[in-house]
């Protein structure tokens, strides 16, 4: 059981570029978030999904964007990358029953540089 | 709206000694609450939650929590630190669409 696999682990992108973190669950989870971690900062949410076709907007969505094709599936894109998005993404999955046993399901986590 | 604070950035404990790291919430619904480990450059892993049974939680690791409802509390403590236990810690409530708030974070030291 693999559970979240993010990739990739570590990036450094040039200021401009665009570039995909690609997020894959294998538990069937209909909830998926992405967050962004900085130090001192905690975890911030940037968007997360209840289901295929459904997106929103959490707190810090600004120069992302996300899509939700299939239940498995949840990719973030930077299209113009800029120094303040340097930072330590984390993908995340549940459902309601795994909500309240499990908390969340995270990935390893995808290290972005941007120069 | 939910919010979730931790006293306290920094807590460094000799081996042995007893641990405890804050966690305050605010919550218009009875809430959820959640502990989660991230050592060094990995994921975050749950060490225990609070989901409306017993106050008193016990989680991996020799980790426990109180869910002190008069107080906003859901404070973490361990009788005894070991040098595995250096690892930064995020406390998390759940909003009433499932989503998680998190912390602002504390970084355990443990020293010899």
């Known amino acids: 059981n693999a559970g979240v696999t993010q990739t990739p682990k570590f990036r450094i992108l040039k200021i401009g570029q665009s570039m995909t973190l690609q997020c894959t669950q294998d538990?069937?989870?209909?909830?998926m978030y992405w967050y962004r971690q900085d130090p001192g900062m905690g975890l911030k949410l940037i968007y997360y999904?209840?289901?295929?076709?459904?997106?929103d907007k959490g707190e810090v969505p600004n120069g992302y964007n996300v899509s939700r094709s299939t239940t498995e599936d949840f990719p973030l894109r930077l299209e113009l990358a800029a120094p303040s998005q340097t930072s330590v993404y984390f993908c995340?999955?549940?459902?309601?029953?795994?909500?309240?046993?499990?908390?969340?399901?995270f990935g390893s986590g995808t290290r972005l540089t941007v120069v | 709206a939910q919010s979730v604070t931790q006293l306290g950035s920094h807590v460094s404990v000799s081996e042995g000694a007893l641990v405890l790291l804050r966690c305050n919430y605010s919550?218009?619904?009875?809430?959820?609450l959640f502990w989660y480990v991230q050592y060094p450059n990995q994921g975050l892993q749950l060490l225990l939650k609070?989901?409306?049974?017993?106050?008193l939680v016990k989680g991996i690791n020799g980790f426990e929590a109180e869910f002190k409802k008069s107080e906003t509390s859901f404070h973490l403590t361990k009788p005894s630190a070991h040098m595995r236990d250096a690892a930064e810690y995020f406390c998390?409530?759940?909003?009433?669409?499932?989503?998680?708030?998190f912390g602002q974070g504390t970084t355990l030291q443990v020293k010899p």
């Open positions: 995340a999955s549940s459902s309601p029953t795994d909500l309240i046993n499990y908390g969340y399901t």
């Open positions: 609070y989901t409306s049974a017993a106050t």
């Open positions: 538990m069937n989870h209909n909830y």
């Open positions: 919550s218009s619904v009875p809430p959820y």
């Open positions: 998390a409530v759940s909003d009433p669409g499932g989503k998680l708030i």
């Open positions: 999904s209840v289901g295929a076709g459904i997106t």
